[in-house]
């Protein structure tokens, strides 16, 4: 293949142009690479090489005006905007940062394409003007603020322009329009030198007067990068704006049109492969490079990316056998860590109030770009600043109270959460001291990282200028306004890649692809929305405004895409086409009419075929944990110490949960609750039920106690929500609402008490959280067996003895109901609960042996309207069986059976501990 580049050289070596006096104007720089090696390739003599330089730094010099960027622009142009608006119509500046970037991109527009503004603004304002009835008598003060603006448009755009003219300043379409203005005193001043354009498509009014001016001088030659087929096809996007300069340059009347090949017709083997999601994209886009790789087929072919964001799943998906990469575009800034942390620390800051949220604090702390700094020989400070948040339920602390935690660390400390206070001066120190601190730490760490350096570096440039813009204008008067501007900073900027720019495999955007040819082409995100853009628009300016005087649409801009699109495929000879299945409005709809217009054409072949991307089968693997010797003895150690009905229930529903926390002692850490966990939540029910009871242990029940135990309740159940929920507030929102639930969770329990007993019914209160420990023997085991736990309450109602378990979530009498006893320790969803009751009746009754009626059971605080809910033991399955609600002797053996097989199924080593799907 021959390329672009190559052709231009050859023909310029031909007609014999002194290269030391000439210069190469490029659409971009990155062409300047590839071109200079390919001169260094073609050329045979010894000589200077020419100039080469972009369009863009060949309009600023011609110019001599300084590119401002976008934001220093916003700066300067609001201080036109205040001088120009009274005061009660203008706007503060983070207000005005929301609007001015799209004036500024009109005013740019305007001034690229030559369009008199006087003009233009007239029309916009007449629009506005009917546009909301600007006669009307009643207009809102909305209403005339905003005729008000596009009345001063122009004059806002006047003064603007001409304040940065006096400074030698412009933005990009005032440089253009400026830089024709100074093209009779250029051609004068550089007479003596030879200008050759190459590789343009879309050129703005300013950029087509420069050149056909020169053109009409002579020394200056355009080389145009155009098939046959787009030029002869009138309704070819690729061709749109060539055709026009071919038809409409005085130059190409009497000159040649160079050039216009013939390549794109040649055979190609072209793919479009269909997949779904862009993860689907990625690893398609993987396999492919292997394969490619494998063929030694990577020398000279550029990956184009769509969509740039898939950069980096793009670099993780390349095979580790393929070196030699290069990435033209860079990594953006706001994809790092220390972006993260920053926007966290904003967050942190975003109230003015002395007291910090805990999820804002845990943030700042767990940061791994900061923690180092936390971080001295054994101690941790943020950990021990997280452990006293969760340990203490903590949702907000001072920076004091952080300090006195951690004493040691107060300087990095007072750096994190002192209190910007609003003021973007004292944040702008902030960042830029803890820049210094990372800095230092980062470079004296044994290991020297450099990229955490590159990342510090690249943030103080940032910061660095927003201090001076501060300084300098004193518009950024509130944090909001300076993350504003910061982000806006933070947007443009990239952090490029190493690597060599003309070997191995080129990944590229598609506008950094124009001017260079490859053999293959791997385009991805082929979709609508996306290769093309589609319609956006930021501008005020009408469509038909745009049309009637020449501006850009997004028609126009769709030509430019289809142009670079098949100007990749005009020299390629293998092209894989890329494209989402699956249409996103987020990240682009159905696949692109690229694709459809190259069937459709049937100048080339198309394999076109749907892949969906190999994707490892993840099958669940059970955890095992083969009962070794050590942990046979560690459970004889748990065993001396006592299984409660929760362990062995644990044990039941997930042998692995059973293994971790008693075995190995891993226990869940609390974390701070904003809102009342479950199980703080029935603590405290409990609790306060057992202040209120215990001291009626041995009472018979009347309603005169009830009646006093309601005037007790609310200072108790206050006192177990201050006891267990530490910090917590429970003054307002969901805290407040389990407050009140909780109040009527035992206004409703002793309504259900004085029920019963006003229905006869004789209550003798004979335990409350009864702690109990028994020792059982089994004949298999040389050792007993240690049973403990605490009974919520045993009383005796009628002459039978209940054993009581309170329960504050919904239970019902099926969860009570046993039919096989071999399911009491199978099914822990269905049975749990019965076997709790029943292992509490088995150690009471090893204790004292049952003489008279006892039933075991549960009252639940989300049915009382069922009362007691009994074990009871059925027959057979059924609405129809026989119920045995008293604990016989019998029910006891029969549940002695089962707790025998799980206590030696436990302890037995050749049953290994097996993970459950719970």
């Not at 929500?721 to 507030?729: A, I, T, V």
């Not at 067996?785 to 329960?807: A, F, P």
């Amino acid at each position: 293949m021959t390329s672009f580049i190559c052709d231009v050289l050859k023909d310029l070596e031909v007609n014999s142009i002194d290269t030391s006096k000439l210069r190469l104007i490029l659409p971009n720089k990155r062409a300047g690479l590839f071109l200079k090696k390919k001169w260094a390739s073609i050329s045979k003599k010894t000589g200077f090489l020419p100039e080469i330089i972009s369009i863009e730094y060949f309009i600023e010099e011609l110019s001599q005006l300084r590119l401002l960027s976008s934001t220093e622009l916003v700066f300067e142009f609001y201080s036109v905007y205040s001088e120009l608006t009274p005061i009660d119509e203008r706007d503060s500046f983070d207000s005005f940062c929301k609007w001015a970037p799209t004036v500024l991109q009109d005013f740019n527009e305007i001034d690229r394409y030559l369009i008199p503004s006087q003009e233009i603004f007239k029309y916009l304002t007449a629009i506005q003007e009917i546009n909301h009835w600007s006669l009307e008598k009643n207009a809102t003060p909305l209403i005339k603020g905003y005729l008000s603006f596009w009345q001063k448009v122009d004059s806002y755009y006047l003064r603007f322009t001409s304040h940065l003219l006096k400074n030698k300043l412009g933005y990009q379409g005032l440089i253009y329009r400026k830089a024709t203005e100074n093209l009779e005193e250029y051609s004068l001043q550089s007479s003596h030198k030879s200008h050759v354009f190459m590789g343009f498509n879309a050129l703005n009014a300013s950029e087509t007067r420069v050149i056909q001016h020169l053109l009409q001088l002579g020394k200056t030659s355009v080389y145009w990068d155009i098939d046959q087929i787009f030029v002869d096809t009138p309704h070819h996007d690729a061709g749109h704006f060539l055709r026009q300069y071919k038809k409409n340059w005085t130059y190409f009347k009497s000159q040649p049109f160079k050039w216009v090949s013939n390549q794109y017709s040649n055979p190609k083997n072209i793919s479009v492969v269909g997949t779904p999601k862009n993860i689907g994209q990625v690893k398609y886009v993987g396999s492919l490079l292997k394969e490619l790789h494998s063929k030694d087929k990577l020398q000279n072919t550029a990956l184009i990316l769509g969509n740039e964001d898939l950069l980096i799943p793009v670099l993780n998906s390349i095979p580790s056998t393929i070196e030699g990469i290069n990435i033209t575009m860079g990594l953006p800034l706001k994809q790092t860590p220390f972006s993260a942390f920053i926007n966290q620390w904003f967050q942190l800051q975003r109230e003015t109030s002395s007291r910090y949220h805990h999820q804002d604090i845990l943030r700042i702390l767990s940061h791994p770009f900061v923690r180092p700094l936390l971080q001295v020989q054994n101690q941790d400070a943020g950990q021990m600043i997280i452990t006293s948040l969760n340990k203490n339920n903590l949702t907000s602390l001072t920076k004091n109270q952080i300090i006195a935690i951690a004493p040691t660390y107060r300087p990095i400390l007072e750096l994190l959460f002192t209190n910007w206070g609003n003021s973007p001066s004292q944040a702008i120190k902030s960042v830029l001291d803890l820049i210094y601190k990372l800095k230092d730490y980062y470079s004296q760490s044994k290991i020297k990282q450099l990229l955490p350096l590159e990342y510090l570096f690249r943030f103080y440039e940032i910061f660095n200028q927003l201090q001076q813009l501060n300084s300098s204008y004193n518009y950024i008067s509130s944090i909001k306004a300076l993350q504003l501007i910061y982000k806006d900073l933070l947007s443009k900027e990239t952090l490029d890649f190493k690597g060599q720019p003309d070997k191995g495999l080129q990944i590229m955007g598609m506008l950094e692809s124009r001017v260079l040819d490859f053999d293959t082409v791997i385009i991805v995100s082929v979709n609508e929305g996306v290769l093309p853009a589609g319609k956006t628009n930021n501008s005020f300016i009408p469509f038909d405004v745009k049309i009637e005087n020449g501006l850009p649409t997004y028609k126009e801009k769709d030509a430019i895409y289809t142009y670079h699109f098949y100007r990749l495929l005009q020299r390629a000879q293998n092209v894989h086409i890329i494209y989402n299945t699956e249409p996103d409005p987020l990240s682009g709809g159905e696949l692109s009419r690229f694709i459809i217009q190259l069937e459709h054409e049937k100048i080339h072949k198309i394999q076109h075929k749907i892949v969906i991307p190999e994707t490892p089968k993840l099958t669940p693997q059970l955890q095992k944990v083969k009962k070794t010797p050590e942990i046979i003895s560690k459970l004889k150690d748990v065993a001396s110490k006592g299984f409660s009905p929760s362990s062995l229930s644990q044990y039941i529903r997930n042998p692995i949960d059973f293994y971790n926390q008693k075995i190995l002692g891993i226990k869940v850490e609390n974390s701070t609750q904003e809102t009342i966990a479950a199980n703080t939540f029935g603590s405290i029910i409990h609790n306060t039920l057992e202040d209120l009871y215990r001291p009626l242990i041995g009472t018979v029940l009347n309603a005169q106690i009830i009646n006093d135990l309601h005037s007790k309740t609310e200072p108790t159940v206050i006192h177990h929500f201050r006891e267990l929920y530490k910090e917590g507030d429970i003054t307002e929102g969901s805290n407040l609402i389990s407050f009140e639930v909780s109040k009527r969770y035992i206004f409703n329990f002793l309504e259900h008490e004085l029920a019963c007993i006003n229905n006869g019914d004789e209550i003798k209160i004979e335990a409350i959280e009864s702690k109990i420990r028994v020792a059982v023997m089994f004949p298999e085991l040389p050792f007993p067996i240690q049973l403990n736990g605490t009974i919520d309450r045993v009383d005796s109602c009628n002459g039978t003895q209940r054993i009581i378990d309170y329960k504050t979530s919904q239970v019902s009498r099926l969860d009570l109901e046993l039919v096989n006893w071999e399911d009491l320790t199978q099914d822990y969803k269905a049975f749990s609960k019965s076997f709790q009751v029943l292992t509490y009746a088995y150690m009471l009754n090893n204790q004292a042996t049952f003489t008279s009626k006892v039933e075991a059971g549960i009252i639940s605080f989300k049915n009382l309207k069922s009362g007691f809910l009994r074990f009871s033991k059925k027959d057979k399955p059924g609405a129809h069986a026989q119920k045995i609600t008293q604990l016989s002797s019998q029910i006891i053996e029969s549940y002695e059976v089962e707790l025998k097989k799980l206590i030696l199924e436990l302890f037995d080593p050749k049953v290994n501990f097996i993970e459950k799907e719970v």
